[in-house]
């Protein structure tokens, strides 16, 4: 379909060009032929004449020469958005996503084909390997903190292993502050030590003040705070529960003790007596 559009734009530069040059030639002529009128002294008529056929040639050849630039352009632009253009793209794109697609096997595909074979302590080797060889890339060290955490259910080296990350560079700042938040929910969710947790997310706070990696902090130890809060206050109701159904009210029968009435004072009685 596009070639078809080529031949009619080929087709309409072509006959502009060739009514462009035929003006240009035919104006020539008439430009020739009132000049020579003029210097023979011709009549003042054909000398009009002339003079109205060149101005009108003139007009027309700037027509066609608007549309000999308008075809033209249209071609050009036709041809660079149709070829040239995704041409472009489909080279960078290959040129990034090909290099990304080297890197991603040479690093990664091999630590995963012994993960998916159960090996997970070859793999976690192998994620070493993936991440010495790109030390900008924190996946192997995700890929590590996973496998401790879920496979090998080994809490206290997910954290070791993030530590390690940590420690091992200079990460950027996206990257520093993935790790850290990781660092504090492994904490909390496996270890229960919400101390260390809080304190890594005000480490957050302070290092990256004014980012929302800080934001993002903050709100977490403002979700901790609110469940502990309700956390304490459902203890503090089971608590009055156990206590009400653990002292139970009995019930007091009639013709007890507590029924009977006072004794009376026999005083007078006794005088008489005596």
Known sequence: MKWIWYLILMVLIGGSWILFSKTGREMHAKRVALEQLENVGGSDVM????????????LVRVFNGVLLTIFTASLIA?????????????????AVYDSAEMMEHDVMHDARSLFAQGDFHGAIEGFKKAAAADPLNRLPW????????????EPALAIQTIREALDSQEWEVDDAAYFMFRLAELYDELESNRPSAIAIMNQVIEQFSGTRHSANASH????????????????????????EQAEPIEPIEEGSVVDQPPPVDDGDESGRSA
């Open 78 to 94: 036709v041809v660079a958005v149709i070829d040239v253009l995704p041409a472009f793209a489909h080279r960078v794109t290959h």
């Open 220 to 243: 977490k130890l403002h979700e901790w705070s609110v469940r502990d809060t309700a956390k304490e206050e459902e203890r503090y109701l089971a608590s009055l529960v156990a206590a």
């Open 142 to 153: 995700v890929e590590i903190v996973k496998i401790y955490k879920d496979n090998l259910h």
């Open 47 to 58: 000398i009009s004449k002339l003079k109205e056929e060149v101005h009108s040639m003139e």
